[in-house]
Nanobody, 119 residues
């Protein structure tokens, strides 16, 4: 079994910064793509950013230029540096990854971490 655990959420003022982390553990042979999603109150879950196993990042238009995604393949971790935060960034942020355990690939979600941007 594989677990994804997010950390780093919290309350921050508009214009501030937060750094989210996601740690994968368990029966891991390799991890392909890793992504961040978010879900604001009353809205559906939306994709925020992703990074390939080679470290190539992609971003949603709404966060491009403000957020930076990175990963450490040796430690099976991923981070999201969020700068210039806006109230509309308020959401629960989820980590998602495609993980190979033995001969099987499965997709996993973390439990989420709350980010609140408010003055």
């Amino acid at each position: 079994q594989v677990q994804l655990v997010e950390s780093g959420g919290g309350l921050v003022q508009p214009g501030g910064s937060l750094r989210l982390s996601c740690a994968a553990s368990g029966s891991i042979f390799s991890i392909n793509s890793m992504d961040w999603y978010r879900q604001a109150p009353g809205k559906g879950r939306e994709w925020v950013a992703g990074i390939t196993s080679f470290g190539i990042p992609t971003y949603a238009v709404s966060v491009k230029g403000r957020f930076t995604i990175s990963r450490d393949n040796a430690k099976n971790t991923m981070s999201l540096q969020m700068n210039s935060l806006k109230p509309e960034d308020t959401a629960v942020y989820y980590c998602n990854a495609d993980v190979r355990s033995g001969q099987k690939w499965n997709n996993y979600w973390g439990q989420g971490t709350q980010v609140t941007v408010s003055s």
